[in-house]
């Protein structure tokens, strides 16, 4: 079988599945004369990857992209303990790949994107993805106190993802002093990227010395007009008035005193042994922020600013490959991405006679479905969306469950999960 993996020299997302290669015994040929920028523009390539990003994966029986995604696939297809040896190993390799990728990938990105030019420089921004790192890292930090690696006593796949995730970090913008309170982390990392494995792709590293700054492009000198005499111009027209950008009608409604951004820190800092009693609870009937350093109170559902819906995916006789269908959560999450302000979601794979139906309880503000998540989104249009009656006992007990990620919806095995928030 022949994989062709597409991207640029020195993309740590490619790491992820070049590494884990390495580790399973699987040959990856890298693309010949790929430029981004140019060569994801082609047709050819947005055929494997509609967004054109990068890196995708090639193969004999259709190509893949997202990173983690990619990765995954590689893992599986030997079976020399990327994976773990238990269920359990299972769910706590997914589980950390989660955390790696949204708690730490997230902010570092919006951290170092914008000092390298990718993106535009915010510094508030820049604030705020520190704090939340520092956080992240702490987390990971207590955990490998007591642990080499994240899962067991072995590299899994979910260290190969973290450690590529946390790499520009440790690169260029993690200096001594911001990793000296993450000495467990530091260890982790250097134990890891000299592995033979590990260097076989990325090569030798070495740790941030001084971190990156932001680079001012200076002004080119312009030259010097020679003064020529002054001609009466003609009384130049008033420029026509900018238009206003118009307001999102969401914003127009009136005011709730249930706060969408309350609710999602809620949700992210209940604690995992008592999920249900905390987040679900409080959803319904409001209640203190857990580990909330002003007392933040969420104020409960409130069904005439917001509303419930489920949703189910209309085509699910076409999902016979997990990680194809995880591809398409993750593609729909993408493409909802400009409503995260206005939106949350919980979208669950679950497995029955071959297939794997998708499933999912979304909360929005409004009675209906925002129009700019119908105007825009056109993943919208493959799944079969019901209004939620919020008073129905069982339809509670059934969006709690997919808020609690629970092991069966429905009575159907419980597989996978993507939480948007």
């Not at 955990?143 to 520009?168: G, M, Q, S, W």
């Not at 020529?228 to 009384?235: G, R, V």
Request: proline residues 6%.
């Amino acid at each position: 079988m022949t994989l062709t993996l597409f991207s640029f020299n020195g993309d740590k997302n490619a790491y992820k599945a070049l590494v884990a290669a390495k580790y399973n015994g699987v040959d990856i040929e890298l693309a010949k004369n790929f430029e981004l920028g140019v060569s994801n523009k082609k047709p050819e390539f947005l055929k494997m990857s509609p967004t054109g990003k990068v890196p995708v994966l090639k193969t004999a029986d259709g190509a893949i992209f997202e990173s983690n995604a990619i990765a995954r696939y590689v893992a599986r297809i030997t079976d020399k303990g990327l994976y773990g040896t238990t269920a359990l190993d299972l769910g706590s390799i997914e589980q950390w790949i989660d955390f790696c990728t949204n708690e730490i990938d997230a902010p570092l990105l919006s951290w170092v994107l914008p000092l390298q030019g990718v993106w535009p420089y915010n510094k508030a921004k820049e604030d705020a993805a520190k704090e939340a790192l520092k956080k992240a890292l702490t987390v990971l930090n207590e955990h490998l106190k007591k642990n080499t690696f994240l899962v067991a006593d072995r590299i899994t796949l979910a260290d190969i993802i973290c450690v590529c995730n946390l790499y520009e970090g440790m690169k260029s913008v993690f200096d001594a002093a911001f990793r000296k309170p993450y000495s467990c982390v530091e260890r982790y990392f250097v134990t890891c990227v000299n592995q033979p494995e590990f260097k076989a792709v990325i090569g030798s590293f070495e740790l941030c010395k001084a971190p990156i700054k932001l680079q001012k492009q200076a002004k080119k000198e312009q030259p010097k007009k020679q003064e020529k005499k002054k001609k009466e111009q003609p009384a130049k027209a008033a420029a026509p008035p900018k238009e206003k950008k118009p307001k999102n009608p969401l914003d127009e409604l009136p005011p709730s005193k249930m706060m969408m951004d309350a609710w999602k820190r809620l949700y992210s800092c209940a604690p995992a042994n008592d999920f249900r009693n905390v987040a679900c609870k409080r959803f319904w009937e409001g209640g203190a922020v857990p580990k909330s350093v002003n007392n933040e109170q969420f104020a409960g559902y409130d069904p005439e600013g917001f509303s419930l819906w489920f949703c189910d995916y209309k085509y699910n006789e076409e999902n016979t490959v997990n990680f194809m269908v995880m591809n398409k959560v993750g593609g729909f999450l993408q493409r909802m991405e400009p409503h995260r302000k206005y939106c949350f979601g919980v979208m669950c794979i679950l497995q029955k006679d071959n297939l794997f139906p998708i499933t999912g309880v979304w909360l929005f503000r409004g009675q209906e479905i925002p129009p700019n998540v119908l105007a825009e989104c056109g993943d919208i249009e493959l799944y079969n969306w019901t209004k939620v009656d919020h008073t129905d006992e069982k339809v509670k007990t059934r969006i709690e469950d997919m808020f609690c990620q629970t092991d069966y919806i429905d009575g159907i095995d419980h597989i996978d999960c993507k939480v948007f928030k």
